[in-house]
């Protein structure tokens, strides 16, 4: 197991943010401007305390906030420093109490590192954990809803400070409204939503996946070099965490890269060819996310098992808004929390319910 | 006939090429004005091959003046920079991430103002002209001349870029702009970083090609002159006194190409050891291998495709210390041969240990009698174990794969490499960055929107890989030897779905 942080502090973002990428199996965003106002915040407001959540009281007030929108946009729409903590203001100040500590939605990507500067900001603690465990496109798919979280009252905030709250019981119709706001404000927006006790924190949390990322960070920073030199330290580091199975899929270079943004989505999909040019190319559908690896129609991981795309070289992550042609890569697949392999989870997470028609089998019963 | 020059930091290298014969080559050093250096370089050039400047009809010109001007922050120039983004990036200033060192010495002047658009073709704000005109009067205070202008999603919609461009012409017409969208993809901090950089080299950049041209002239040579870009391909000189960050990893980009022209070989690995570091890059096909990840030049995040180098700090004036067990990075550089042991000097550098091993006569060898063979052996042991693990690093997974040796400290390899199937050291090795930017190549660039439910993805793709290939030919590109580079699409959804914006990039051999 890897060490449980207490605080975070300016010198973790930047292995946080590297293990984030990796988690984020191709979406949530580029962390590196999200890390960038972090550290700002962390230089006004001082380290960021981390709590376990077994720690946390069962009474606690616990609400996630994060952004919400399409990878692509955030290369362009800057976010500001203010942006995150004044969400948690308007969302105090919409259902008249105060919040005793900050969740982030997902780990993968810049998500992780948001509600680090928003609890900065705040004075508030920050949960060691997160409702994902990777990066999904969909707020239904967070383990708080399929939990049993209700995802409102939820607030909006955009880069302008114009606000939407939301008031519904079912996630996937907040899903929609709230990307349907997400969409008309620019494509990226900061949200407080899916607000929770200490108790329902604990059933549905995916514990200690902020300090995973900060040791998975250090491990890629610490061991960067080709990506078959890094397979065994990962395997290691993932075997004794929430994740378990670890695999490098593929080697080869991308031959074909599209992606649009649909519906407030980046949607595509990539080919990488072997470097020999002997082995079938393995195709990737993307969704936001890495969700599936084919190869001559056989599966080779899908969601919601990890699919993560590295830059061969180096094994630095490569978010899908950056990948491109002629890149030379390599794919490797992680196993995901068991929490995602429960039948309740599946029902929103399985590869159906992205539109491909496959059973869901584990990493590990697939060939290697 | 043409000519290829390489002006680097301590020596201009110059070759004469009579197709893929050299006729000549030399080496001198670079003076503080560039200008002595180059006409140096093409008198001994001119002079050793006897043949007349008349004959020669093209030079082509490889530096790395503005890369080096950028890493030892000197020659920048004060810069104004627009980011028209407001209300979004608030607290987070163009510039935010820069080394402290450089953004002291550029000193920019940064206004960010209201404006910019959406993914969806919405304004993000309304342009206010007294926004910008508060920004003219500020640059006007402070007679800044050179302006950096980015705009939030100007490759999708560059209007706001060039109304704000358009009032500063109005108002200062004596100003340099550089606008982001000029600098193509998607990621506005790195686009803004790239057009900062650029801005601030401005002036040195005229300086640099008055000097080139002057010097050739001066010495009669009258055909075209083409500066070589980070990609391989050449520009006219020209159209560097206004883009000289195109050229930023030309240095090793020439210097792959010039290893493979020297040997014939498509995939190796190419060491270039100089007096601080040794760069090793990869040649796959004939070409650099390019980095995969968001390059840094001197501590700035940029979106440049480069060659994917590792500098390792290993050269022929490293100081070796600890009995040899520690070599580098700290180097004496070019003041090898005033502070090397064999050239009188008290710093033990790795020239003096090859010296002392006798697998070198340079210098007095008297002056390292003293070293010890342990010392000897120590330290050559921990320079071959250095260049094998960073070969290892840069090797495409488990091949095999030749070794050529380039640059002037390539005398530090003495034996064998482990991580090297075969090593090479060609003849005129010390001038393969003269002779990558004599054979560097043309490009040809095509820009279209189109719309894939109406011409298919693959039928748009070949219709404008054919426009950028007729238009590499025109510029002098042999038409069997034309192969794509890049493809960069860009969506642009508020249109008609489907909607994309495509650019295309081609690459051939200069013909004849």
Redesign the interface.
């Known amino acids: 197991m890897s060490e449980s942080l207490s605080h975070i502090d300016a010198q973790h973002l930047d292995d946080l943010a590297l293990g984030s990428v990796f988690l984020a199996t191709g979406g949530g965003g580029d962390p590196y401007v999200p890390k960038l106002i972090t550290a700002e915040a962390l230089k006004t407001f001082g380290p960021v305390k981390l709590l376990n959540p077994v720690d946390v009281a069962d009474d606690a007030f616990i609400v996630p906030v994060g952004s919400v929108g399409a990878p692509t946009v955030s290369l362009e729409l800057l976010p500001s420093v203010e942006d995150a903590a004044r969400t948690l203001d308007a969302f105090e100040k919409y259902i008249g109490r105060p919040i005793d500590a900050v969740a982030s939605f997902e780990i993968g990507g810049g998500n992780s590192v948001i509600p680090i500067c928003a609890a900065a900001a705040k004075g508030l603690p920050v949960i060691d954990g997160d409702g994902m465990g990777r990066a999904l496109p969909e707020a239904q798919m967070m383990s708080y809803p399929i939990g049993g979280v209700k995802p409102t009252p939820a607030l909006a905030y955009d880069y302008a400070g114009n606000q939407a709250t939301f008031e519904t019981d079912n996630t996937e119709t907040y899903e929609r409204h709230i990307r349907a706001f997400s969409m008309a404000a620019g494509g990226m927006i900061t949200a407080a939503e899916h607000a929770m006790t200490g108790r329902q924190l604990k059933d549905t949390v995916i514990p200690g996946t902020v300090s995973f990322s900060v040791a998975l960070g250090r491990l890629l920073r610490e061991k960067r070099g080709q990506a078959d030199t890094l397979l065994k330290p990962l395997q290691e580091l993932f075997k004794t965490s929430i994740y378990g199975e670890c695999r490098l899929l593929y080697s080869g270079k991308v031959t074909d890269k599209t992606t649009r943004i649909i519906g407030g989505y980046d949607i595509g999909e990539a080919t990488i060819e072997g470097f020999n040019g002997c082995n079938d190319p393995l195709m990737i559908n993307i969704k936001n996310e890495y969700l599936l690896a084919r190869q001559a129609d056989k599966v080779r991981a899908s969601v919601p098992d990890l699919i993560t795309i590295v830059d061969y070289e180096t094994g630095t992550p490569i978010n899908a808004e950056r990948l491109r042609f002629g890149q030379r890569v390599a794919v490797f697949a992680t196993g995901c929390p068991e929490f995602y392999r429960s039948e309740r989870a599946l029902k929103v997470v399985a590869p159906r319910c992205f539109g491909f028609d496959i059973d869901y089998i584990p990493l590990e019963e697939l060939l290697s | 006939m043409r000519i290829g020059i390489d002006v680097g930091g301590t020596h201009t290298d110059a070759v004469i090429l009579d197709g893929d014969k050299i006729l000549s080559a030399t080496k001198a050093l670079t003076s503080a004005d560039v200008v002595g250096g180059i006409k140096h370089a093409l008198d001994t050039l001119l002079l050793d091959a006897s043949i007349k400047p008349e004959r020669i009809q093209t030079v082509m010109i490889g530096t790395t003046q503005f890369t080096n001007a950028i890493v030892q922050r000197r020659e920048l120039s004060r810069t104004g920079v627009i980011r028209i983004?407001l209300?979004?990036?608030?607290?987070?200033p163009p510039m935010?991430?820069w080394p402290d060192d450089m953004r002291e010495t550029i000193d920019a002047d940064i206004h960010m103002i209201r404006g910019g658009y959406?993914?969806?073709g919405?304004p993000?704000?309304e342009l206010c002209d007294d926004e910008i005109d508060a920004a003219i009067a500020s640059f006007k205070a402070k007679k800044i001349a050179n302006i950096a202008i980015a705009s939030?999603?100007s490759p999708m919609n560059d209007a706001p870029e060039r109304h704000v461009e358009d009032r500063l012409r109005q108002a200062m017409p004596e100003a340099r702009i550089t606008r982001s969208a000029q600098f193509g993809r998607?990621?506005?901090?790195e686009r803004e970083n790239a057009v900062i950089m650029n801005a601030t080299l401005l002036p040195f950049a005229d300086k640099v090609v008055s000097a080139f041209l002057g010097a050739l002239k001066n010495r009669g040579l009258t055909c075209p002159a083409y500066i070589s870009q980070n990609d391989g391909t050449l520009m006219s000189s020209d159209f560097v006194r206004h883009f000289p960050a195109l050229t930023f990893s030309s240095g090793p980009t020439n210097s792959l190409r010039g290893a493979y022209k020297l040997t014939g070989l498509e995939n190796a690995i190419v060491v270039d050891i100089g007096g601080t570091t040794s760069d090793i890059g990869v040649l796959q096909d004939g070409f650099p291998?390019?980095s995969?990840?968001?390059v840094d030049i001197g501590g700035v995040?940029t979106n440049f495709r480069m060659p994917?180098i590792l500098a390792l700090g290993l050269g022929g004036g490293s100081l070796v210390s600890d009995s040899g067990k520690s070599v580098g990075p700290q180097s004496v550089g070019h003041k090898l041969v005033t502070d090397g042991l064999v050239f009188g000097g008290d710093q033990l550098t790795t020239t003096d240990i090859i010296v002392a091993a006798g697998q070198a006569d340079i210098g007095d060898k008297n002056r390292v009698s003293h070293l010890s063979e342990v010392v000897i052996q120590t330290a050559k042991q921990t320079m071959r174990d250095m260049l094998d693990r960073s070969i290892e690093?840069?090797k495409?997974?488990?091949k095999d794969m030749p070794v050529i040796l380039v640059g002037g400290g390539s005398l530090l390899v003495t034996e064998g490499l482990a991580a090297a199937s075969k090593l090479y050291r060609p003849e005129n090795a010390g001038v393969a960055n003269a002779i990558g930017a004599a054979v560097a190549q043309v490009g040809g660039e095509a820009e279209k929107m189109v719309n894939y439910r109406i011409t298919p993805?693959e039928e748009s793709v070949a219709e404008i890989t054919q426009i950028a290939a007729k238009r590499a030919v025109a510029a002098g590109a042999e038409p069997t030897s034309i192969r794509t580079?890049?493809?960069e699409?860009t969506?642009i959804?508020y249109m008609d779905?489907g909607a994309?914006r495509v650019r295309i990039k081609v690459i051939g051999e200069l013909a004849g």
């Open positions: 983004a209300p979004s990036g608030k607290g987070m935010i991430d959406l993914y969806d919405h993000l704000a939030a999603f998607l990621g506005l901090m291998r390019e995969n990840v968001v995040r994917d690093m840069m495409p997974g488990g993805r580079v890049d493809i699409e969506a959804p779905e994309t």
